[in-house]
């Protein structure tokens, strides 16, 4: 069984940053690659992030790449999304997902519950 928690959602000012954590439980968190996805009102849920396990290789969404930072602590079963420069556009429920590496909601086969990032303009 594997569990994931996110954490460090709230409102935040355009321009202001954010870092967001999510907790992994289950031994075999080091073999998933992780990701962050979030997905806004009316819209799909749309790829940020991912880290792969062992060489830690990141890849990011255009959209993201330059402002937000994905990173993991293998030892501490955590993956955290740091995000500057917040837009409103930025506004949405983020997930923390674990899975096989891919852009695509169906490489990923946990989820976290979200967390709500609202930015004001």
């Known amino acids: 069984q594997v569990q994931l928690v996110e954490s460090g959602g709230g409102l935040v000012q355009a321009g202001d940053s954010l870092r967001l954590s999510c907790a992994v439980s289950?031994?075999?968190?080091?073999?998933?690659?992780m990701a962050w996805f979030r997905q806004a009102p009316g819209k799909e849920r749309e790829f940020l992030a991912a880290?792969?396990?062992?060489?830690?290789?990141?890849y990011y969404a255009d959209s993201v790449k330059g402002r937000f930072t994905i990173s993991r602590d293998n030892a501490k079963n955590t993956v955290n999304l740091q995000m500057n420069s917040l837009k409103p556009e930025d506004t949405a429920v983020y997930y923390c997902?674990?899975?096989?590496?891919?852009?695509?909601?169906?490489?990923?086969?946990?989820w976290g519950q979200g967390t709500q990032v609202t930015v004001s303009s």
């Open positions: 997902a674990a899975g096989r590496l891919g852009y695509a909601t169906k490489q990923y086969d946990y």
């Open positions: 289950g031994r075999l968190f080091s073999r998933f690659t």
């Open positions: 880290i792969t396990w062992g060489a830690g290789t990141t």
